[in-house]
Each structure stands twice: as C-alpha cells, then as structure tokens.
C-alpha cells in the first residue's frame, strides 16, 4: 500500500530524514519509535505534505500514486489521514461543517456525488459511537476549547468518518489518561480491516498493548535503524534507545 | 479658508446654497440658522483633506473628481418598479419595507406607512414641525465634520421614524436605499430616528444602485435619538457597487437605561465608503453595542470612524470591528472613546482584529482612549494578521482544497461579529454575502 523508498527531506539546511524506506501492506499496523529529535513527526509531516519541508530524494507511493508529487489535499484525498500530534484549534468553523466540507471534497475527487443530509447525519451518528464522542461536540467550533483528551478523539473521530487507506497517528496517545487512551485504541481497533493500515508514531509500549503492531521500526538520526515485531518494542521499554545508538555508532566506525 | 479641493463640486454646491437660499420666512428660524452657520462652516473648511487629522488616511481628493449632479430629477422615478424593489428584499425577513429613492421616501413602493405605534414621514414633509426641529443636528459637531455640515446646509429630505412611548414595532423596518440616477449624482439625505421613552425598534439598511454605470455619491447624515430605557436595533448593510462612494454620518444620542445596538457589514463594491458613527451617552447607566465587520477587494477603500463618548457614570459600551481585505483593499479603522471626568464607573470595551489576505492589501487601525475619569474598566486592542498556515494545513490535510479552507478560514474569522447580529434572517443573508465575495476573490 505504502512504499517509501530512500525519502530524503530537510527544513532549510537542516538534513531531517536521511534515507527512509519502509514497506506497508494493507491490513498492517506498523509502530515507529524512537527518541526525540530522530524524525518521527517529521516524517509524518512529509508524508501528509507539510510546507516548511523541502523533499530532496526519494519516492513515497500510496498505491500507484506518488504523494510527494500532490498537493496535501489531494495526498487526503487518495487516501491518506494524518491524526495530528498537535490539533489545531479553529474557532468559528464547526467541526460538522468542516467534516461535511471535507467528506464531499474527497467525494467529488472520487466522482461520488455529495452525501444528503441524512445519510451524512448517519454516518456521523455511528461513527461517533467509536470513540464515544458527545453529539455537543460536533456542533462546537473545530477543537476549541477541547482538552487534550478530547482534541485525540476528535481526529480519531475524523479517521473514522473520512474512511482513509492510511493512517499515520503521530503521537495519538500523548496527553491522554488511561480512559482516553483505551477510548482511543478500540476506535481503532474496530477500525482496522484487510484493507486499510496503520503507522503509529510513539513513545510508549503502553499505546502497543492496546493496538497491537505487526511491525515495529526505529527511527534514529533520520534512518530506520532497526526493524523488527512487537517483541521490539518491549524491549525498548526495558532498555531504551543507547544500545542501539551504539550500534549505530561502531558501524559508523567501521 | 483651507485649501479648496474638488473645486467643481463646491462651486456647484455654493452656487445651490445660494440659489435655494431658505428664507426666514419660509422655514422655522432654527432650521433657517443652522444652514447658514453649517454653510460658513463647510465654506470654511471646504471638503476634508488629509491634513484634518480625522481624514489622515482617506484622500478624498481622489472621489470627487467627477462633475456630478446635485439636483434630483423627476424623471428617474418611472425606473423603479415594485419587482424591481422585490430584487431587495431579504430572505426570511418579515419585515416592514419601507423604499426611499435617492435619499426620499417613497410612498408607493414602500409597504408600511406608519401605525399607532410608530409614525414614518418624509423629512420634507416634516422639516418645519415642532416634532421634527428640536432633533435637528443638536448633537453633531459641524465643526469638526465639514461634510456633516454640508448636509446640514443643504439637505431637502430623508426618512423621519418616530416610536411613540411605550411603542415596539412588532416587525423590523427594512429601509431599502435605491439610488437612481443615469447621470452621476451627489446626494445628501439626512434621516432621523427617534425611539421615545420604552420604545423598541430593529432597523435594517441597504444599498442599492439602479443604474450601476453612474457615479452615486452620497454624503448622508442619521440622528438617532434613543430616549430613556429604549432600545434600537440597528443593522446597516453596505453592498454598494462600483461607483458608488458612501459617506455616512451616523450620530447617536442616548439617555438613561437605554439600550443601542449597532450591526454594520460593509461588503465589497462600494469605491469608498466611510463611516462616522458617533454615540453620545448624555445620561447614565446606557448600554451599546457596536459590531462591524468589513470585507475589501479590489481597489476598495472602507473607513470606519466611530467614536463614544461617556459623558455620565455607570455606562457600558462594547465595540468589535473585524475587517477582511484582499487585492488591493485599503481599510481604516479610527475608534475613540472619550470617558469623561463625571462619566465614573464606566466600562468600555473595544476590539479591531484585521486579516490581509494579499501583500497589497493595507490596513490603518487607531484605538484610541481618552480617560479623564479615575474609577472605570477600559480596554483596546487591535491586531493585523495573515491566515494561519498551521490551520490551513490542517484543513487541507483533511481533503479540503486551498480555497475552501481559506473560505471556511474567512467566514470563521468573521463569525465573532456575525454571530453577534440578533434579527437571524439578517445574519444568513451577511454570511450568504460573505460567502458570494469569497468565490469572486478566490477565483
């Protein structure tokens, strides 16, 4: 589904990714970990299109289509979701607006006609139920005034109403108590199917006993130093990142 | 005497003044003085230039070039048919209509003429009685407001609403401006309103031109007169097309425990318009409300002075313009707030918060406090900003396209001051006309 080969960024001179490739499949969930600074949420950026970075090799092909070449719209519009680290807080739009705005454009990209009213209250209706979204919050300005908790849900919320191929979730469980985080995770988990994926950017093992990964990846200094099952992310958890900064450090050497 | 501008127009002014001359005879004496002192004042000032302090950033010089018009004439009244005025409506918005045609009541086409509660005349009608002379300019500072002035001198008619005591209008008086003209016209219409005491009104104005070639500038003055424990309701809808320059002279004089609320939206079209709105809180414990959003394209110019003055104690007033400006748009925002030093326990609050959505576009923003008392709450503020790439990404990361987010972006910028407007068919038809100029300026 996802192929990112040899992907090459930078923010001005700063070298950020230095040769990522990475191979998902449909009905896959892939972990990347690391440690801070090492290219995680930049990675994500660059994926979904984020203007500050400048791509300087590399592909990265969802499907047949090569991200890097669309617009951040039209990367959403083939299938990519980018639960954000950070939601941004817009007050004035509402988030039901902004979802109808958002469902009928991907719509119309694909040839469907707009969703009528109904059917799209429907929808919005059951897929509220998957993170156990309040109604109020639908009608409310997009984010604002939303705990931390809450802002999680909603992109989780907007995940399951956009319906992507692809979905990256950076740092989706920071900021989140053990309610929220369990919220979370089944709404994902009742999400995933043969057909869809997933890339979860984190710091914890706690998020991966709840969505359980197929294949975990450590991102250090730009690179996928280091790829393995979920038995890698234990292990991480118990010995953290300097052995394998080590490694990294004596093959350098040699 | 200042430099003279625009000599053409003056001429042709001076010349109408001298020709109309009102007699002592013919008109009360009060009115009879007041055009003579306001006409020396205008000959003494002449059209405002940038050097007035009020006028820094609006040249005027360059929309008064055109030789145009001051005499209505008669003919251009067969073009207005009721379907016609029909076109002006607004959706949703049961309302009494009542159509003046450049700057005069019209009695046919209007739907209302007045009931037990309140009465509507035409100011010419009504100009020389003991109901409508003691209103007359008694709060505005012709000094400081030459064209004001002007109008004073020369003005012949315009809407006069008077609600009795006690009185609320059961619906809200729609007040459509036609103007009509084939040839470029100088317009001076000058209304009155007069809310007497416990009396409730929502007004609603809108602009319109019928012959959109034609230059239309209208130099207009408003007395609004809310008397104790009133409340007016005021929404003004300036939609104006090219060609059209709008000076409009609002002057607002409250008394005890009354209530005035101001809504003005100006939308792109208009060359030039300028907004004086003055409220004078002459009595205690007064509430108003002023919301103001303006949207500039082109190579627009909108200029809102406003300006309260807390003269007693214990009055609250609130004041929120928000401007969006694309092209080469030019906006000015001037609000004062004067707290005098009987006006204690005075709260005043006001905002201007401005996006530029081009490198070209411009905006002069100028709170201004001026506190003479020692026990009051104030505040001001004001912000120049650019669209947020942050929240554009976000939006477009969700599949929205560029224009789409900055639209959903405009409108959500704007929704602190639209939201606030009460009468709710008015608020739709703002942010319909909202959304009808993003399309033209994102294309």
Redesign the interface.
Known sequence: MLTIKNLHAQVEDKKILKGINLQVNAGEVHAIMGPNGSGKSSLASVLAGRQNFEVTAGSALLDDKDLLDLSPEDRAREGLFLAFQYPVEIPGVSNINFLKTALNEIRAYKGLQPLDARSFLALTRERQKLVEFDAQFTNRSLNEGFSGGEKKRNEIFQLAMLEPKLSILDETDSGLDIDALRIVSNGVNKLRSANNAFILITHYQRLLDYIVPDFVHVLYDGRIIRSGTKELALELEERGYDWLKEEVALQAQL | MATQIASTLYNKLSADFKHNRFSPEEAKDALYALREKSFAQFVDQGFPSIKNEDWKYTNLAAYLKEDLQTEVLAHDYNEVSPAKVSEYLMEGLDAHILVLINGELNVSLSSFHGDGTVSIQSVGSAIDTPDYVPYLGKEINIQRNSLAALNSALFKDGLFIEVKANGIVDKPLHIIHLNCSANGIFLQPRHLVVAHKNAVVNIVETFANIHEESVVWLNSVTEVYVEENAQVNHYVLQSGQLNTRMVNHTEITQKKHSLYNNYTATLPGADLVRNNLNVNLVDSNTETHLFGLYLGAGQQLIDNHTAVDHRKPNCFSNEHYKGVLSGNAKAVFNGKVFVRQEAQKTNAFQQNNNLLLSDKAVVDSKPQLEIFADDVKCSHGSTIGQF????L??????????A??RG??V??????VVSKFKLAPVREHVEKLIMHNLEQWFN
Do not use: N, P, T
């Open positions: 947020s790439k942050e929240a990404f976000y939006l477009q990361s969700r599949g929205i396209s560029e789409s987010a959903l972006l409108q959500a910028f704007a929704f602190d």
